[in-house]
């Protein structure tokens, strides 16, 4: 069996004392999508960045970091690895871009791997969520014994299919 986070905190005697009063959940923050204008001018600075047509809809929000829940200006784009070798050579200039626009990064958000990449921005009461996932197309056959990083090196740039969305919501 596998150790996880859950299973050893299941193994640990409880020695907890049960308390009187349940835990208080923090309800979550109300968020909605930020203004069309700025929206647009992320979707402008993503067209011209990537050079691809970016979608642009209003989306259900989730912060995973804060308990913020609600509706979030969601761009989102699909290109292959003949656009872009790797993930670096996607969130860099997307980056570069959204600094340029005045959002500063939060590194609570930050996380990546051979599979994608996460960043936060924020803006005043602003926050957007940079997502970008990298899959294998069906045709590429990666064996359970060889790391996926070896298996992204070895296909074929057209075989590295990327998802890129990005979500932005502001504060009530």
Do not use: H
């Amino acid at each position: 069996m596998a150790l996880s986070y859950s299973t050893a905190i299941a193994s640990k005697p409880n020695t907890a004392k049960p308390s009187a009063t349940p835990p208080s959940a923090t309800p979550p923050i109300a968020v909605q999508a930020i203004q069309s204008n700025d929206c647009a001018r992320i979707q402008a600075g993503m067209t011209r960045v990537l050079k691809l047509r970016v979608n642009r809809t209003t989306a259900q929000f989730t912060d995973d970091i804060t308990p913020a829940q609600g509706t979030a200006c969601q761009l989102s784009v699909s290109t292959t690895g003949r656009n872009f070798p790797s993930i670096a050579d996607l969130i860099g200039p997307l980056n570069r871009m959204l600094s340029r626009q005045g959002w500063v990064g939060d590194n609570r958000y930050a996380a990546n791997g051979p599979e994608g990449a996460i960043a936060g921005y924020r803006k005043a009461n602003s926050l957007v969520v940079l997502n970008i996932q990298s899959s294998l197309a069906n045709s590429v056959i990666c064996p359970d014994n060889v790391p996926i990083a070896t298996c992204y090196q070895q296909a074929q740039p057209e075989e590295i299919i990327y998802r890129i969305t990005l979500q932005a919501a502001r504060q009530n």
